[in-house]
C-alpha cells in the first residue's frame, strides 16, 4: 500500500522508498526511513498536500511524493520487516590510520581567534543563536548567493575572538542541495576550528542525523540542544551528558531566544579548541557488518595515497565514493588513483548492496536511524504528546477546508493594505522631503546643469526609490511575524496545489502576490523559497505581476482611448500580466530548469510566538540593505539617464518648446533611432522617449508625456487625443508593451542581486522586453483589423 493511500488519521509503518536519488535521499533525511511509524494528519483544502506526523514532527508532503513511499499497517508490518541489526556499538578511533584525524587543526597560526560555523537543519533556531551570541558584535557582514546565504559576526569572549558563520539550514551535508553543498564546501574550504550544531531537542532523532554526519567528516563539534524550553515543557527529558558521551559529542542545552546555555555553550567552544575537553572524542559508526565489509578495504587502499585532500577523514571519502556523491568525486578529481578508487567502490557497493537488498545510501541512512535510536534508547524519556495538542487546533483552522483560503486571503489583505496603505503616510512624508531637499537645492544651486543632475537626477531619481522604505519595512515586519510564528510554512501548504501547476512551489505566492504593490519588496520575498530552481523563476516572473508604479500610466491611456471600457481594460492588463507570469513559469521549467531538485517535503514547525527582538532585527537588516542599494546601483543609474536626458544641450533660442528638449538630448536621439522599431505597433518617437524615461520607475511614463505634449496632468489625455499620435489600438498596444517590458531599474538591480548574478538581470532586459514587443505587435495588429 502506498503512503498517499492512508486516510487522515490513520497510521501505518514504513517498508520501502523508491523514487531518484534526491528526493529519495531528502525524504530519508527527513524521517521517512524503514521501520519508521508515520501517520496521515490532514489534507490541504484542496486535498494536496497532506500533513504528516513522523519521527515526532509534523511535514507536508505531496500526494505523489507520497506514492513513492510503501507503507504497511502495523501488524502486517511486524511480519514483513526484520528486525534491524542493532548499531548501538561504536568503535572508538584513537588515531586509525584510516582517519588521517589531526587533533589540532589550528594550533600553529591562530592563537586567540577561533572560527566557528553554525550548522543545523532549518528552524532549529541558528540565526537566534548568532544573533544572541554576536549580539554586540561590531560588524555584521552579508553575503548573498543564489540561494544561499551566510551571515558573518564575531565576538570577544574570555579573551578570544570568535568568528560566527551562520551557514544556511540544511538536513543533511549530501549533494543535492546548493545549500547542501554550500555547507560541505565551507567546512572544506574554510576549515572552521569548532561546529556549533544547533539541534532542536524537542525534535532530537531527526535532527542528530546531521549530527552523525559530523561525526563521519571529523569535525570537532558542539551539538547546542536548543529550545531547551520547549523540551521541558512537553515533559520529555534527555540525558545529555551520556548521549554526548557515546556520540564523542560534548552537547550543552540551551534557549536561544533568551540566551540561557550559551556562555556554558562558549565555554565549551573554547575548551574544543584548546582540545581540553573531556567529552570529545573521534568515534566510528558502525555501519553493520555488509558495509563495514564495504567501507574499510577501500579505505585502507585510499589511505596509501599522499594526495587525499586532508580536510575530512579517509574513511569518510571512502564512503562517499560509494555512495557516487558527485561532490565528493569532484573534489577527489586530482588524485592520481581516483579511477583505480572508483572501480575498487564500484565493485565493494555491488556486493554491499546484494547483501543487504537496498542502495547504498540507504543502507547508510538506515544505519545512521538505527546508531541514532540506539543511542536514544538509553538516554531520552519521551514527553506527553500534549505540546502538540496547540499546534493540530491551529492547524485545523488554519487548513480547514472551508475556512484555509479566506483565513490566508484575509491576511494578504491586511498585510497588502498595511504595506501600501498605511505605508503611503511616511511615503508621502518622504516625497515631501525630497522635494523639499529638492527646493533648498534650487535656491542654493546656481541655475545651470550642476542643479538639474542634484534635482532632477539625484534627488528625483534616488528619491523615487527611497520613497518605498517604509513599504518594505512593513512587508518585513509581516514576513517575519509569518516566518517565525510558522505561518508561513502553512501559507505555502495551502497554496501549494495551484503554484504547482506552473511548475513552483506553494511558497511562490506570497512573493508574486506582493509584485502587484511593488516588485522590489517581492523579489526580496523570494527568500524564503527554499528550492533553488523555484526562488529563481518566482524572480524572473515576479515583473509580470502589474506593479502599483504602473497604475498611473493605465489610469491615463485608459481613460483617454477606452473612457467606457477603462475598467475592463485595467483588469485585462492585470489578467495578461499573470499569464505571462504563468506562461514563463512554465517554460522556464521547460528549458533552462527542467526538474525542481527539491521535493516539496516541508518541515510544518509548531506554531511559536515571535520575539521583538527578532522582528526588529530582520527589519533592520532589511532596511539597511535596501538603503544600501540606493546609495550605491540606483543613485548611480539615476545619474546616467539623468545625463542622456540633458545632454546635449540646445541652443538657447531653441530652448522655448518642451519636447525640443527632449528632442535633442541623447534620450531624444535613441528615441528617434528606436522609432522603427517601435512603428510596427503604431508608436512614434514619442511614446519610444516616454517609454526610456521610465526606466527608473515607471510613472515617469505620464510625466515625460507631461513634458512632450506639453500639457499639465489635467489636461494631458485631452492632449493625447487631439496629438492624433494614437490609435485605440496603439493605445492598447503602449498600455500592453508599458505591462511587460523590462523592468524598472530598481528592480534589475534588485533581480541582480537576489540571484547574485547579472546574467539574470539581463535575462529579464532582454526577454521582458521581447515578449512586450511581440504581444504590442499582435495587439496592435488584431486592432487595427479589428
Ligand atoms: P534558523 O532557521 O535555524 O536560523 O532558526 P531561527 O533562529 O530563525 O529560529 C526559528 C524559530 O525558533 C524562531 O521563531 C525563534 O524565535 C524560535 N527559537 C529559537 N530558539 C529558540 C529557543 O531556544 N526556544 C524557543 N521556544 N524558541 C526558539
Ligand atoms: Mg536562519
Redesign the pocket.
Known amino acids: 500500500m502506498k503512503l498517499s493511500e492512508l486516510k487522515n488519521g490513520e497510521t501505518a509503518i514504513i517498508i520501502r522508498i523508491s523514487g531518484h536519488g534526491g528526493f529519495r535521499k531528502r525524504i530519508m533525511e527527513m524521517g521517512f526511513v524503514r521501520g519508521e511509524k508515520v501517520k496521515s494528519v490532514l489534507d490541504s483544502p484542496l486535498s494536496d498536500p497532506v500533513k504528516y506526523h513522523v519521527m515526532g514532527y509534523d511535514v507536508s508532503l505531496r500526494r505523489n511524493e507520497a506514492a513513492t513511499i510503501e507503507v504497511l499497517p502495523e501488524e502486517e508490518a511486524k511480519k514483513v520487516l526484520t528486525p534491524a541489526p542493532s548499531f548501538g556499538c561504536t568503535a572508538v578511533c584513537n588515531d586509525c590510520p584510516a582517519c588521517n584525524f589531526k587533533h589540532h587543526k589550528s594550533d600553529a597560526v591562530r592563537k586567540n581567534t577561533i572560527n566557528v560555523a553554525l550548522v ?12 544572541t551570541m554576536s549580539g554586540s558584535s561590531e560588524h555584521v557582514g552579508n553575503y548573498s548567493g543564489v540561494t544561499v546565504e551566510a551571515k558573518t559576526g564575531s565576538l570577544n569572549y574570555k579573551g578570544y575572538r570568535i568568528n560566527l558563520t ?1 551557514l544556511p ?1 540544511t538536513y543533511s551535508i549530501s549533494a543535492y542541495t546548493p545549500e547542501e553543498i554550500y555547507v560541505r564546501r565551507h567546512l572544506y574550504e574554510q576549515e572552521p576550528d569548532v561546529i556549533i550544531n ?1 539541534v532542536v531537542a524537542s525534535n532530537i532523532e531527526r535532527n542528530l542525523y546531521l549530527t552523525t554526519e559530523l561525526i563521519d567528516l571529523n569535525q570537532r563539534t558542539v551539538v547546542a540542544l ?5 523540551l521541558s515543557a512537553s515533559g520529555a527529558s534527555i540525558d545529555h551528558e551520556h548521549l554526548g558521551a557515546m556520540m564523542g559529542v560534548p552537547m550543552i542545552p ?5 540566551g540561557k546555555g550559551l556562555d556554558r555553550l562558549l565555554d565549551t567552544v573554547i575548551e574544543m579548541f584548546e582540545g581540553k575537553n573531556h567529552t570529545a572524542r573521534h568515534i566510528h559508526i558502525n555501519y553493520g557488518i555488509s558495509l563495514e565489509e564495504a567501507i574499510t578495504p577501500l579505505a585502507g587502499e585510499m589511505h596509501k595515497a599522499t594526495d587525499l585532500p586532508h580536510q575530512f577523514p579517509v574513511r569518510y571519502w571512502a564512503m562517499k565514493l560509494l555512495e557516487k556523491d558527485s561532490e565528493a568525486i569532484k573534489q577527489l578529481n586530482k588524485c592520481k588513483n581516483i579511477a583505480a578508487w572508483q572501480a575498487t567502490a564500484e565493485k565493494l557497493a555491488h556486493k554491499a548492496e546484494l547483501e543487504t537488498g537496498v542502495d547504498i545510501e540507504t543502507a547508510i541512512s538506515d544505519a545512521k536511524y538505527g546508531f541514532i535510536a540506539g543511542a536514544l534508547q538509553e538516554t531520552y524519556t519521551p514527553g506527553n504528546e500534549n505540546a502538540n495538542i496547540k499546534t493540530r487546533r491551529i492547524d485545523r483552522l488554519v487548513a480547514n477546508k472551508w475556512l484555509g483560503f479566506p483565513l490566508f486571503f484575509a491576511l494578504m489583505l491586511v498585510m497588502f493594505t498595511a504595506v501600501y496603505q498605511i505605508g503611503a503616510y511616511p511615503q508621502e512624508w518622504i516625497a515631501e522631503g525630497f522635494s523639499m531637499l529638492g527646493t533648498l537645492c534650487a535656491r542654493i544651486l546656481p541655475e545651470g546643469a550642476l542643479q538639474d543632475l542634484v534635482i532632477n537626477g539625484i534627488i528625483g531619481g534616488v528619491g523615487s526609490v527611497a520613497v518605498f522604505l517604509p513599504n518594505i519595512l512593513i512587508l518585513y515586519l509581516f514576513i517575519s511575524l509569518m ?4 505561518y508561513m510554512a502553512r501559507a505555502a501548504f495551502i497554496m501549494d496545489k495551484m503554484m504547482h501547476r506552473i511548475g513552483l512551489h506553494g511558497k511562490s505566492f506570497i512573493p508574486m502576490l506582493m509584485g502587484f504593490g511593488c516588485n522590489v519588496p517581492a523579489i526580496l520575498a523570494t527568500r524564503a523559497i527554499e528550492s533553488h530552481s523555484s526562488r529563481l523563476i518566482t524572480i524572473l516572473i515576479t515583473p509580470f505581476m502589474s506593479c502599483s508604479a504602473r497604475l498611473p500610466v493605465y489610469i491615463l491611456l485608459a481613460g483617454a482611448f477606452f473612457p467606457k471600457y477603462a475598467p475592463i481594460v485595467m483588469i485585462a492588463l492585470y489578467l495578461l500580466g499573470i499569464i505571462m507570469a504563468a506562461v514563463t513559469a512554465r517554460l522556464l521549467r521547460i528549458t533552462k530548469f527542467k526538474q525542481d531538485e527539491t521535493p516539496f517535503v516541508m518541515e510544518l ?1 509548531p506554531y ?1 510566538l ?2 521583538l527582538r ?1 522582528t526588529l532585527h530582520h527589519m533592520w537588516e532589511k532596511c539597511e540593505q535596501y538603503i544600501k542599494k540606493i546609495g550605491t546601483t540606483v543613485f548611480a543609474a539615476a545619474v546616467i539617464i539623468w545625463f542622456l536626458s540633458y545632454f546635449p544641450r540646445p541652443e538657447a533660442n531653441s530652448m522655448a518648446a518642451g519636447s525640443d528638449i527632449y528632442a535633442e538630448s541623447y534620450i531624444g536621439m535613441i528615441g528617434k533611432t528606436l522609432e522603427p522599431v517601435m512603428e510596427p505597433l503604431g508608436l512614434n518617437w514619442r511614446s519610444s522617449i516616454a517609454l526610456i524615461a521610465s526606466i527608473p520607475a515607471k510613472e515617469l511614463v505620464v510625466s515625460t508625456f507631461g513634458v512632450l505634449y506639453n500639457s499639465d496632468e489635467a489636461n494631458l489625455s485631452q492632449s493625447l487625443i487631439n496629438s492624433g499620435d494614437f490609435t485605440k489600438s496603439s493605445a492598447a498596444a503602449f498600455l500592453v508593451f508599458v505591462l511587460l517590458f523590462f523592468p524598472c531599474i530598481a528592480t534589475i538591480t534588485t533581480i541582480a542581486e537576489e540571484t547574485g548574478s547579472k546574467k539574470y538581470a539581463l535575462f529579464a532586459v532582454i526577454y521582458n522586453t521581447g515578449i512586450a514587443w511581440l504581444i504590442a505587435y499582435a495587439v496592435n495588429q488584431i486592432g487595427t483589423i479589428l
Open positions: 543545523g537543519n532549518p528552524n532549529s533556531g541558528k540565526t537566534s543563536l548568532f544573533n551562520d539550514g544547533a536548543n529550545m531547551y524550553d520547549e540551551t534557549i536561544a531566544r533568551t516566518e517565525d510564528s510558522g514547525p511559536r515571535p520575539t527578532s
